[in-house]
């Protein structure tokens, strides 16, 4: 899997937009890019997976420019129980060793 | 639905024992993986289940670990003559096709080995 870096944690306040940059520098062309949610003592949770430009579920939005090198998870309007780790992950379809690196600690704050 | 179950929710056992650890994945998910997460650490890769074969073992860390699934659904990790470095969350995770990044995980198992 493509080695991912993104920040350690962020802080943000309940009601505002929370945006998490990955950088991905060698991505392959085949590769996907996937991010995940973990509460404290719960397994990670699938938020949203994109190849390329842009993806919108009802939990988040996933913004890829054209060279795919970095994308941004962007949450909207965060609440108290956002408050959760964020992974990035980078790979292909067939890649089913999921590596979690430290990903990104976000705590809102009321 | 119903998610990923896995049982005990924590298990503390001593040095020395063997401990078995019970996963119930998402009804109809053929893909069956075991991982683990160390306290602070990302996921480590033990195992992958396609049925009930096991085609990818690489990441079980000793002979002491091994594991299995019946019938296509409950998976059973087993560590034999736990050591106190077993300490750590095991999860398991599920999935509807052979070999996706979209895997669905349980709660986990808490690990403590006195």
């Known amino acids: 899997l493509a080695k991912t870096t993104q920040p350690i944690s962020m802080d943000s306040y309940e009601g505002q937009e929370v945006n998490i940059t990955c950088s991905h520098n060698?991505?392959?062309?085949?590769?996907?890019i996937t991010w995940y949610q973990q509460f404290p003592s719960q397994g990670p949770r699938f938020i949203i997976q994109g190849y390329k430009t842009k993806v919108t579920n009802e939990v988040a939005s996933l913004f890829i420019p054209a060279d795919r090198k970095s994308s941004t998870l962007s949450l909207p309007r965060v609440s108290l129980s956002d408050t959760a780790v964020y992974y990035c992950?980078?790979?292909?379809?067939?890649?089913?060793?999921?590596?979690f690196g430290a990903g990104t600690t976000v705590t809102v704050r009321a | 639905g119903a998610g990923v179950s896995q049982s005990p929710s924590n298990k503390v056992t001593e040095k020395g024992k063997d401990v078995e650890l019970r996963c119930d994945p998402i009804s109809g998910h053929t893909a069956l993986y075991w991982y683990r997460q160390s306290l602070g650490q990302g996921l480590e890769f033990l195992i992958y289940f396609q049925g009930n074969s096991a085609p990818d073992k690489s990441g079980l860390p000793s002979d002491r670990f091994s594991a299995e699934r019946t019938g296509g659904s409950v998976s059973t990790l087993t560590i034999q003559r736990t050591q106190q470095e077993d300490s750590a969350v095991y999860l398991c995770?599920?999935?509807?096709?052979?070999?996706?990044?979209?895997?669905?995980f349980g709660p986990g198992t808490r690990l403590t080995v006195l």
């Open positions: 060698n991505i392959a062309t085949n590769d996907y």
């Open positions: 995770a599920s999935s509807f096709r052979m070999v996706t990044n979209e895997q669905f």
């Open positions: 992950l980078v790979g292909g379809p067939n890649d089913y060793k999921l590596s």
